[in-house]
């Protein structure tokens, strides 16, 4: 199946640990994202990579890290966790960066900090 | 101002009618628009895009855009309970040549048969 794929689909774990979330994208797109929803659904961009290059990096805490080892992957590692950090996370990825393409979501990985 | 904002509903419709859900947004810079189905507990899923004022047909769904009133619209004709999900509509904001999509918190729809 092409698509973008994550995981873990499932992340239970407490206040203070380091969590990573990987994706990969099938799809031979070379732009990737990481989105996160909130308990009140609402999606809003975290990171934005392009050929393994960050070219988006909205107000996140430096305890997020995201890591492209290739323009298929894009990893997020999690410092720290604490409560506000529970949500869903999503990848997505789009065939270029331009302003009209289309983004293609991943499954999500949700994410609770105990 | 919130940069995209959709009236969070429930929208609700019969089965065989017309929904209509609308999204107006703050940047007059934003060239493309998008509206993704969401079902519950499952990842958005693309419906339709546009880019051009007018109106944009699929199958059920239509699009219409009016960048003078910087306003986006998502009409699903002869609605289906399968439809009940909720809908965001994602803007492409700002001058930078980045496809940064910012969302609205979505409108949910509930379609009964």
């Known amino acids: 199946d092409t698509a973008v794929s994550q995981t873990p689909k499932y992340l239970v774990t407490q206040m203070g640990n380091d969590k990573s979330i990987k994706c990969e994208q099938n799809?031979?797109?070379?732009?990737m994202y990481w989105y996160k929803q909130d308990s009140k659904k609402f999606l809003k961009i975290m990171f934005s990579y392009n050929n393994k290059e960050l070219i988006i990096n909205e107000t996140v805490p430096n305890r997020f890290s995201p890591k492209s080892p290739d323009k298929a992957h894009l990893n997020l590692h999690i410092n720290s966790l604490e409560l506000g950090d529970s949500a869903v996370y999503f990848c997505?990825?789009?065939?270029?960066?331009?302003?009209?393409?289309?983004?293609?979501f991943g499954p999500g990985t949700r994410l609770l900090v105990l | 101002q919130k940069e995209v904002e959709q009236n969070s509903g429930p929208l609700s419709v019969p089965e065989g009618a017309i929904a209509s859900l609308n999204c107006t947004y703050s940047d007059r810079g934003s060239q493309s628009f998008f509206w993704y189905r969401q079902y519950s507990g499952k990842s958005p899923e693309l419906i339709m895009s546009i880019y051009s004022n007018g109106d944009k047909e699929d199958g059920r769904f239509t699009a219409q855009l009016n960048k003078a009133s910087q306003y986006v619209s998502l009409l699903i004709r002869d609605s289906q309970p399968s439809d009940s999900a909720t809908y965001l509509c994602a803007v492409n904001r700002g001058n930078s040549g980045y496809s940064t999509l910012t969302f609205g918190k979505g409108t949910m729809l509930l379609v009964s048969p």
């Open positions: 799809l031979g797109h070379d732009t």
């Open positions: 997505a990825s789009s065939p270029r960066q331009g302003r009209g393409e289309t983004q293609y």
